[in-house]
């Protein structure tokens, strides 16, 4: 899917400042931007690097850039600045297009130029090309680069730490601005002059920061000046990186662009959207420096979650074709198991969060995608299932330390000071959604993990074992219906408690108990079920997360933090959630009746949402009324992992 801006939009900076594109290089590093190359954010930049140790930092921001021709010096760039851009060169640019890389066209009189930006898989740059597309006129090309070296959540100011040193390289100059952090080569493909002017850009402004409540101000810091001559045939390609050019750069950019077109010729048959979809979903697919297969939960600021991963896993890896990867994700997660828990968070140098009860158990429920997809029950048996072995008994033992199960054969989990569910937003140290509990999703995802063992790996489970979860499964069904139902509601408890302390708020969790490939509920209530949550839930672009009748009900995703975080899982709308709605679907309708039901009602968030945010990506979370206004990540895995599987499936 092409994507292209004309001239009218671009000029339009309500409009066009909105819309970020992303390239990564497969090892969590990324390029990114509005269409205008002007940042709005703090996570904005040209190289975003991950380091095992530092975390992800943003080397270089952004190169400015100018081309004279007739003594003129016209100005490409666009900045913001307190209370002015400056410059403005998107009153330059023609157009933009994006289908694989992104490219600007600026028309500067008699003078096209063409800008293309390439980020080589499993490398440490990035590559930005200008060509002259046509005019006579002798032109120069003057770039600055204007680097941040910060951490991704920080800002920088000037400081007196820099080195402002720069040292010879062909065609180009090394910069070693701050000790701890690796150097930064800056080179092109032709011969160019490097003028060492080093000068600080002080309080460049981002207005998404702004507009979320962090500081948004910035100073910038230029080593010099590249200038190099543009000539009509001879594109000059500036090559930023931790280590000099292997060779010509000219190859580099070549190797990438084979390797985008071989991309696109795997999903070549794939009918759109989801063409589209997989070739943006991977996106997030990394391998590090260390060879460990992972999911990045969402750009820019996401990185390494569990329950992310699970979700994420059949959408991102299966249904792409990358079985391997998919294996080997599950078999890295499964060596993070403890005392039945896996991590929620991987944090840098190793360290782990066992803060969630669910993604264990979601675990077991990418287990059984992956047998779907690949047919393959014999390395699930040697490879996975002693893990899965682990986690049941784990819990059957109560040797998890988050949850126990109750005489009733429910699983219990969470404080109201430690939320476990994936609805754990936390102000003032206590969770804003309270589902300490029984759950309705962490208990279908245990009904549906005991099943899976009880039902496709009998011959795996000792006697007594096997015997101790058909018990566990017994006493489950006997409760389920009676104490998990609704009748007022036409729903399920959200949260059930023996206090009498329920929490009978239509949410989405309950899709759970229908959709998971083991289930114990009847069709008659699981109809009703996906009645109320037709009515109550659903809107264009995902499932509320709480019904707007419900008095705790946020309207609007904005504002500070804290109120984000309130409103976070109180009425904002998910994209995942369309995944396990249209798993529920498909238990109690046809699989026309489903396929028409979701097109019909999300179709446009793999429609124009694609051109509305982040360009061929889907959005973390959205308003919960009209117009739906896209928020949180602009590029979020599970978003685009489950519409995959959705539409795969249908």
Known sequence: MKIIFGREELLNLEYSLKKEYLLTNGKGGYCSSTILDCHTRKYHGLLVLPFRKQGLFNLLSKLEVSVVFDHKDHLLSTNKFPNIFHPIGHQYIDSFEIEGYPTTNYLIGGVKIKKSLLMPKGGDSILIKYELAFGSKAVTLKASPFLAYRDIHSLTRENIDLRPRTYLEKNGTKIDPYKGLPPLYIQTSVKSIFYPAPHWWKNLEYLKERNRGYDYQEDLFTPGVFEVKLKEGKPVIFRAGISPAPGKIEREAEEELKRIDQEAERFAKEKEPLKTLKMSAGHYLIEDEKQERDIIAGYHWFKHWGRDTMISLTGITLARGEKEAALAILKRYANFEKDGLMPNFLGNNGTKAY????????????????????????????????????????????????????????????????????????????????????????????????????????????????????????????????????????????????????????????????????????????????????????????????????????????????????????????????????????????????????????????????????????????????????????????????????????
């Not at 784990?394 to 476990?420: C, H, N, T």
């Not at 408890?493 to 998971?516: C, E, H, K, T």
């Not at 264009?540 to 109120?563: I, V």
């Not at 396990?580 to 179709?603: H, N």
């Open 355 to 650: 803060n969630s009860v669910d993604t264990s158990l979601l675990y077991l429920w990418a287990i059984q995608n992956y047998i779907l997809y690949t047919k393959d029950k014999k390395t699930v048996q040697e490879e996975l299932i002693p893990k899965a072995l682990r986690i049941i008994t784990s819990f059957l033992e109560g040797r998890v330390p988050i949850a126990k199960i109750g005489e009733d054969g429910f699983l219990y989990a969470g404080r109201r000071d430690l939320p476990v569910t994936w609805m754990d937003a936390i102000v003032g140290g206590l969770g804003v959604t309270p589902r300490d509990g029984a759950a309705i999703d962490i208990n279908s995802l245990w009904y549906n993990g005991l099943s899976l063992l009880a039902n496709d790996f009998k011959e795996d489970l000792d006697k007594r074992l096997l015997l101790q979860i058909e018990g566990a499964i017994k006493l489950f069904e006997e409760n389920f219906e009676r104490l998990f139902w609704n009748e007022e509601k036409q729903s399920l408890i959200d949260v059930y408690r023996p206090d009498g302390n329920i929490d009978s708020a239509i949410r989405p969790n309950q899709l759970f108990a229908i959709g998971l490939p083991y289930t114990c509920i009847s069709k008659d209530k699981a109809e009703r079920v996906i009645n109320t949550v037709k009515s109550h839930l659903a809107t264009p672009y995902g499932l509320r997360t709480l019904s707007p009748q419900n008095p705790a009900y946020f309207e609007n995703y904005a504002g500070s933090s804290e109120m984000r975080d309130r409103a976070y899982h109180q009425g904002t709308v998910w994209p995942w959630l369309i995944g396990i709605f249209a798993d529920a679907l498909l238990k109690v309708q046809g699989k026309k009746e489903t396929k028409e039901y979701i097109q019909e009602t999300f179709g446009e968030l793999w429609g124009r949402h694609l051109q509305r945010y982040g360009l061929l990506h889907i959005s973390e979370i959205f308003n919960p009324s009209p117009p739906y206004t896209a928020k949180g990540c602009m590029a979020q895995a599970w978003s685009i992992a489950e519409v995959i599987r959705t539409l795969d499936k249908l």
